[in-house]
């Protein structure tokens, strides 16, 4: 064997020395990189003052400190970073015990797939004064079909197993949102795969306590492992698309159903979350279409000022206030342009006239409100698309079938009109109040006030548009 040159020794003398060195170098900074945070977040803990706690094991970004003031009077202190594990939520629940602040409330995010139900359960009863809010992880549809069959299949039954175990942890409160299709299947929904839109969270937030329906117990662990089961199975199995449509504007016309709602669980939001498409959302609490002493605009009043771009009819301050201003400063005119149009409840609520046989544009009533604001939106937007949308069913007024007004009308008085019109004016038909599954039956699964939609109820409707606008 030939000796090694004098020259390369030196290298690799010098290349090892070099390694030596470098090693625990690099070891310090990954142990800096990983534990900086955490260190921030001891400081934070023994020199700030508050009453509640947010540690999570999956990214809470999007929960906002002002949003917990503001709804439920609470002073947050949030970690700002990811907690591995329970071990690591132990250090931190202990460093909160040392600093001098009376902890009322302690939400922890939580990973079914990276927790041990039994260490949560130690944990909070370690704290009997504090009440412990658990919100269980809820990734988007995205984060699911990503697996392979055997992830899949693991992850889902350490779901299954610690939503089994939750019944017999009386030490803390657990809610778990990711069995629901309205939040799990839209991707407008999430920053991430793993990260809720701000508004969102925010209603995860205000859903976590014993008041609200996602609280898990005896009675419906069951039932949530199925439905998490047959959710995410379908969505692996039949994923769904939408076309994209991110060269469209939709505004929205509408009542309460419409203005009431302006986040990503919204019916505009629910169609921009799955085709990319801009919407504007132009809705108006308490609104009709027809023209009377009760309604704060009325739709051809919306209608005209939309065509001219002049906004001094509109009261200011309110949802088609901003949705019109956003659509005259934003919208570009390239984009191909949809018109969705939704009254109907506030008309028959006030007891509005259907028709006028002498006046068919006559906008006292509802059907010629309706006429008149799609002749005026159709000579300002030739080539815009327009859909027609039915009131939905409610179980107010004998559902819908209290006689109001000096024609007596009922409710499906309106949804006949509105059916008869989108044929008449050969506009596109959305009819809610039939096409949907929603009745006395169950009414309660999706009109939690007997009247407006859920987050349930307006994704299918959200879907549903999707299918007309082409």
């Known amino acids: 064997m030939n000796p090694i040159p004098a020259s390369r020794c030196r290298k690799l003398i010098l290349t090892i020395a070099a390694a030596v060195l470098l090693i625990p170098a690099a070891a310090f900074l990954l142990r800096h990189m990983l534990f900086a945070p955490a260190a921030r977040d001891y400081r934070r803990i023994a020199s700030e003052e508050y009453d509640t706690v947010l540690l999570s094991m999956f990214p809470a970004d999007s929960y906002r400190e002002e949003e917990f003031a503001y709804y439920r009077g609470m002073t947050l202190f949030k970690a700002s970073s990811l907690i591995p594990d329970i071990s690591v939520m132990e250090k931190y629940m202990e460093r909160v015990a040392k600093s001098g602040n009376t902890v009322t409330t302690a939400y922890l995010g939580i990973r079914p797939d990276k927790a041990d139900p039994r260490k949560v359960q130690t944990l909070a009863g370690r704290y009997p004064s504090t009440v412990f809010e658990i919100i269980l992880s809820c990734p988007s549809a995205e984060y699911w079909q990503s697996l392979s069959e055997e992830e899949y299949a693991q992850i889902l039954s350490s779901y299954q197993i610690f939503l089994s175990a939750v019944p017999d942890i009386s030490e803390a409160n ?50 949530l492992c199925g439905a998490l089961e047959e959710l995410t199975g379908r969505l692996r199995r039949t994923p769904e698309s939408f076309p994209d449509l991110s060269e469209y504007c939709v505004v929205f016309f509408g009542d309460s159903v419409i203005g009431n709602f302006t986040d990503s669980t919204s019916i505009p939001g629910v169609v921009a979350g799955f085709s ?52 005259l400063e934003t919208a570009p005119d390239w984009r191909k342009l949809y018109f969705v149009i939704n009254y109907g409840i506030n008309d028959y609520f006030t007891g509005c006239p259907v028709d006028s046989a002498q006046n068919p544009k006559d906008i006292l009533t509802y059907a010629g409100a309706i006429r008149t604001a799609v002749d005026t939106l159709r000579s300002r937007f030739p080539e815009a698309g327009i859909i027609l949308c039915a009131p939905n069913y409610c179980y107010y007024f004998l559902e819908g079938e209290e006689p109001h007004g000096e024609g007596g009308h009922v409710l499906t008085d309106y949804v006949e009109a509105v059916c008869a019109l989108s044929r008449e004016l050969d506009t596109g038909l959305l009819d809610t109040y039939h096409q949907f599954d929603v009745g006395l039956h169950n009414w309660q699964q999706y009109l939690p006030d007997q009247v407006h939609p859920n987050a349930a109820f307006r994704y299918l409707i959200g879907k549903k548009l999707l299918e007309l606008i082409r």
């Open 276 to 327: 990319g498409a801009r919407v504007f959302n132009c809705g108006l609490g308490g609104d009709s279409a027809a023209l009377g002493p009760e309604s704060p605009a009325s739709l051809s009043v919306v209608a005209d000022a939309f065509s001219r771009g002049d906004l001094s009819g509109l009261p200011e301050n309110t949802q088609v206030y901003r949705g019109m201003s956003s659509y």
């Open 174 to 223: 657990f809610y778990f949102f990711g069995a629901e299709e309205w939040l799990v299947g839209n991707p407008g929904n999430y920053d991430d795969q793993w990260t809720t839109a701000e508004s969102v969270s925010t209603t995860i937030m205000l859903n976590s306590d014993r008041d609200h329906e996602y609280l898990v117990t005896e009675k419906n662990t069951a039932s």
